[in-house]
């Protein structure tokens, strides 16, 4: 075919059977004459080191500065709305499967996590996910700040304690946990994120297979450069916000 185009105004593309695998970790390298690609391991390992850290240290430090008038106008709107709690605390799971306390802005009512199961009829998302465009759980001042992500703000203590990342996957229930295939493990291998792909993606319009997909090409395909490429796309998609519900 490469003869039969020699002439021709064209190029020849030669697409491998290769998915999910970021441009800078393969290679093409000759071997006995044969073109071989190379493909180098993932680089999940490099995402624990001290750099990634420090990024998150000083970033939700500096942000936690930045949002402080936020998150007290927010607050104060929660506690005025209904007299309920103005923080959510709710049980997740982190690196390695270590459980712990992830911080929210309350946008639901008091009993929401009561009302799951009578409401498990009208969900809308497929595999381990629960999720509702018109949840009625949802208070006035709760539609509001999850429609802007102002709601996960309180996580960025969660950062600052070392239980989560600025970018990475989502944060699991340990329920949905519990219902992983093997492969999808492979997300627990890092610090769950405030944002990540998803977050810049779709969000709850993501199907659960498309969100898996996407948090493990971030796990195996972790770069400093792409973390900083997602905190400026989030910063889009909380401007214009599309599947946040």
Known sequence: MARDLETEDAHLIVVPALTDIAA??????????????????????KSARWGKRVFDLVGSALLIVVFSPVMLAVAAAIRFSDAGPVLFRQVRVG?????????????????????VAELAQHNEADGVLFKMKDDPRITRVGRFIRRFSLDE???LFNVLRGQMSLVGPR??????????????????????????LW????????SWSDTVRLDLYYVDNWTMVRDLNILLRTLQAVLRPLGAY
């Open 24 to 45: 800078e970790r393969l290679h093409v390298r000759p071997v006995a004459g044969m073109p071989l690609v190379h493909v180098e391991p993932p680089s999940t390992q």
């Open 95 to 115: 690196i390695k499967g270590e459980l712990f306390s992830c911080f929210k802005f309350r946008s639901m009512y008091v009993d929401a996590e009561a009302r």
């Open 153 to 155: 703000l309180p996580q």
């Open 171 to 196: 944060p699991a229930l340990p329920l949905e946990v519990s219902r992983y295939e093997d492969h999808v493990h492979r997300r627990l291998d890092v610090r769950p994120g405030m944002t990540g």
């Open 199 to 206: 977050q810049v993606s779709g969000r709850s319009d993501l």
